[in-house]
C-alpha cells in the first residue's frame, strides 16, 4: 500500500556531494518515523539517519557532521544530503518508513571514487 520512490544516488569523487530523496505515497496515516538505511557489499545493512514527524533525527556515528537528514511532511517526503563523501560510503541507499509496519525504497547506489 505505501509506496517509496528515491531518487538521486551516483558516482561522486571523494570530498564531493550528493542528495537522496524519497516520496511515500499511499500511507494510512501520518508517517512518524523516515530515515536511510545503507549496505556496501559484504556488509550488513545499517543505519545512515532517522527523523521523525516532529524533527528529532538520530545520525550514524560514521556521518555525523557530513550528512542531514530532512523532512517536509506535507509532502511526505525524506531527504538526505550528503556532503564531504568518503570511499567507505560507497552502498546502496534504502529509504525507511514506518507506519505500522516498516516499508523500504528500492535502493540507489551511492558510489565515491576517484
Known amino acids: 500500500q505505501v509506496q517509496l520512490v528515491e531518487s538521486g544516488g551516483g558516482l561522486v569523487q571523494p570530498g564531493g556531494s550528493l542528495s537522496l530523496s524519497c516520496a511515500a505515497s499511499g500511507s494510512p496515516a501520518s508517517i512518524n518515523t523516515m530515515g536511510w538505511y545503507r549496505q556496501a557489499p559484504g556488509k550488513q545493512r545499517e543505519l545512515v539517519a532517522i527523523i521523525t514527524r516532529s524533527y528529532s533525527t538520530t545520525y550514524a556515528e560514521a556521518v555525523k557532521g557530513r550528512f542531514t537528514i530532512s523532512r517536509e511532511n506535507a509532502k511526505n517526503t525524506v531527504y538526505l544530503r550528503m556532503n564531504s563523501l568518503i570511499p567507505e560510503d560507497t552502498a546502496v541507499y534504502y529509504c525507511?518508513?514506518?507506519?505500522?509496519?516498516?516499508?523500504w525504497g528500492q535502493g540507489t547506489q551511492v558510489t565515491v571514487s576517484s
Open positions: 525507511y518508513v514506518y507506519v505500522y509496519r516498516t516499508y
